[in-house]
């Protein structure tokens, strides 16, 4: 249940802070209702959901997902069996952070290239050649695909 | 109405058929769902031009209907969210031997759904475009509020949380210029926000980056696929004359199902389930591997994906994520959806329904005999694919502005999407919210000058107040409910 609660907290303050950058924006009148009055209806309503939030959470028993009904057209996976390697995700996030990063600098392939052999890696792909020819293998494909075919325009 | 046939050029037929193949793919992959794929190919598709660019991005939409259902039944592991419940009497059939049968069924119950949903959908569509012609500000502002309130009850487990996802997409809406005045709201001299948040860059980060990062956190289900000959594809008369009574079922559920808001193709798979396991005939045996339970659920995912497509078509309002993609894919395109896309746009419009059809042939032709290939696609392992969509990701969000401060947004969608996964938070109601958001917006400003100031104005007409009520209703009622459980549970 404690997971509830900090969530809570965390959409709390988010709606504190948002409300607080609200207030620059002028309501005006009802008759002529100004670029203020969404942020602080959504703004305020939020606050409150995010409060009946953690009154649920101290109160009802653990919610349950409805089989999945999560709507995002992505099926839940099975149940966990092993332990999972939970630092891995963590060293991707970083790493997406850093190709955000890099892709103006060293451009479109050189940093494609560079985050499929490095996510392939912490997937648990084995050995280098086949991190590295898979690598190859996205950025010229995407690079053919879009800049060259369809004239997308890639950093 | 002729301009159905605008389906049958060689353009659009080809994206037709690359949409539904792609589309299947996607649905027989477990984790990348339809949403996240309409997005990854939104740059390819925009560049095909409106007819045959949408005729794709809806191909994908209804052929991942059609591929979910192979590895629900195959491997027990759905690929979709709307077909879990395949799973429970699909899988059991394959163990029995009838794996054949049961993919036959789902393919047909799918393309009669399919079919049958289209004809709804293409009579339909014109009269409620007509209706909503009179639709003022009020209106709209009544019929958004009220999708909304739906979305946050349907989503299932605690009501508080996808309100909350709601309401964190209406404030992500608002930053960028605001919709009227034109002032710019929440950018922090960010000159790449200022357009706003790009709707690609978050649907990528929320439905690609986040799957491929929760993909990470956990190990790769194992996956034996059981092999399928084509000649044991051929369900025997008596499960055919039994699939009949729930295919129909499924098919008038699905599509009602489909123009309410919500997650409408999952909910309707799992109303047709429950629905079977009350009226069908052979009741007792569902859930021990009955064909019923392939042939209703698998007809009334079909079913509402074409039903979903009423709100978006004549009221330009997307209710789900993969209709929201349509939607932001039409904007891009320039063409806007609403009551004047068919009187601007007849070609698109038609162009579009009429692809249905063909796409539904074609699904059909394909799913048959390449069921097993299909079927092996879901055996890739991820650490192959993933990193791809990686890639695929940070491509579709550069290119909605050519702007890489689009890539950093998707890059935190994609860590707050995961996070949100962690704590037990849908993202499909923040996409909603963040869609909504400006058409919220502007119905309620434009309501309240045309009212001069009156809040009454916003509930003077009928349809407004019964929308409004209804949505009260909404939010109150299931609250409500619990109360009185509650309270009988403790009295007796």
Redesign the interface.
């Known amino acids: 249940m404690g ?2 609660r ?2 809570a907290a965390g ?1 709390a303050l ?2 504190i802070m ?1 409300l607080l ?2 207030r620059r ?1 002028p309501l005006d ?7 203020g ?3 602080l209806i ?2 305020v ?2 606050l409150a ?2 409060i ?2 953690l009154i ?1 959470a101290r109160t ?1 028993r653990p ?16 149940p ?3 332990v ?3 630092r ?2 963590f060293v ?2 970083a790493a ?2 850093l ?2 990063a890099l ?2 600098r060293l451009g479109f392939i050189a940093s ?1 290239f560079a ?3 490095l ?2 890696r ?4 084995r050995g280098w050649w ?1 991190p590295v020819v ?2 190859l293998g ?2 010229a494909t ?1 690079y053919l ?2 800049a060259r075919w ?6 | 109405m002729s301009e159905l046939f605008v389906a049958l050029t060689p353009a659009n037929l080809l994206a037709c058929f690359v949409g539904t193949v792609l589309g299947t793919i996607v649905g027989v992959l ?7 794929a309409m997005a990854l190919v939104l ?2 598709t925009i ?1 095909l031009g409106p007819t045959a660019g949408l005729i794709m991005l809806a191909g994908i939409y209804y052929g ?1 209907m059609y591929g ?1 259902s192979t590895t629900s039944i195959l491997v027990n ?9 395949t799973t429970i009497d699909g899988y059991r059939l394959a163990r029995k031997g009838r794996a054949g049968a049961a993919l036959a069924i789902a393919a047909i119950a799918s393309f009669v759904a399919g079919t049958i949903s289209v004809v709804a959908l293409q009579v339909a569509a014109p009269f409620v475009a007509r209706a909503a012609l009179a639709f003022g500000p009020a209106e709209y502002f009544a019929f958004a509020l009220l999708g909304l309130v739906l979305l946050a009850n ?5 009501r ?2 996808p ?2 996802m709601v ?2 997409g ?2 992500l809406s ?1 930053v960028g210029m ?1 919709p ?2 034109g ?1 710019v ?2 950018t922090f001299d960010l000159a790449g926000a200022q357009a706003g948040l790009s709707f690609v860059a978050v649907t990528t980060g ?2 690609g ?1 986040a ?9 790769a ?1 194992s996956s034996a696929v059981a092999r399928v000959r084509f000649r044991d594809l051929y369900p025997n008369r008596e499960e055919l004359r039994r699939s009949v009574p729930p295919m129909l079922r499924g098919t008038v559920l699905g599509f009602l199902v489909g123009l309410v808001p ?2 409408a ?3 309707a798979s ?1 109303v047709s389930y429950g629905i079977e396991k009350k009226v069908s005939r052979h009741r007792r045996e569902l859930g021990t591997g009955a064909i019923e339970g392939v042939a209703g659920p698998e007809a009334a995912n079909n079913a509402a994906a074409g039903g979903g497509m009423i709100p978006l078509l004549s009221l330009g309002l997307p209710f ?3 209709t929201a993609v349509l939607l932001s894919g039409m904007l891009l395109m320039s063409v806007t959806p609403g009551p004047f896309l068919l009187r601007d746009h007849p070609s698109v419009f038609w162009g579009v329904i009429g692809s249905f059809y063909v796409g539904n042939v074609m699904l059909l032709l394909l799913n048959l005999p390449l069921v097993g290939v299909f079927a092996r696609v879901a055996t890739i392992p ?3 694919l ?3 969509v ?3 990701c ?2 579709a969000a ?2 909605d502005n ?1 702007n ?1 401060f689009d ?2 947004v ?2 935190v969608a ?2 707050a999407g ?1 996070a949100m996964r962690a ?7 923040l996409v909603l919210g963040l869609v909504l ?1 400006p058409v ?2 502007r119905s ?2 434009q309501a ?2 045309i009212a ?4 009454r104005g916003l509930w003077a007409s009928g349809p407004a107040a019964v929308m409004l009520a209804a949505a009260v209703v909404a939010f109150v009622a299931p609250g409500l409910v619990a109360l009185v459980r509650r309270s009988a549970t403790r009295t007796t």
């Not at chain 2, 349907?154 to 605690?158: A, D, H, N, R």
């Not at chain 2, 799957?211 to 190990?219: D, K, T, Y």
């Open positions: 997971r509830d900090w969530s959409l988010l709606a948002y950058v609200a924006y009148t009802l008759a002529t209702p100004g670029p009055v969404i942020p959504a703004g309503a939020l959901t995010a009946w939030l649920v009802a919610a349950r997902d409805v089989g999945g009904l999560s709507g995002s057209g992505a099926a839940p996976t099975r966990i069996e092993s999972p390697v939970l891995s995700p991707l996030t997406l952070i190709y955000a892709l103006p494609s985050i499929v052999v996510a392939s912490l997937m648990g792909a086949r898979l690598g996205v950025a995407a695909l879009f369809l004239g997308v325009p890639l950093p | 477990p984790g990348l769902g339809p949403a996240g740059p390819l560049k991942a979910g592991v759905p690929g979709e969210a709307a077909s879990v419940v349907l989503t299932g487990g605690s508080a949380k309100l909350a309401l964190t209406l404030m608002t605001d009227l005045g002032t709201r929440f929320l439905f980056v799957e491929v990062l929760a993909s990470m956190a956990e190990p289900a919500g997650p193709a999952t909910i799992f789900t994520p993969s991820p650490k192959y993933m990193p791809g990686l890639v695929l940070a491509v550069y290119s050519n890489i890539v950093w998707m890059v994609g860590i995961w704590l037990d938070f849908s993202p499909a109601p958001g919220l917006e309620l400003l309240l000058t001069r100031g009156e809040v």
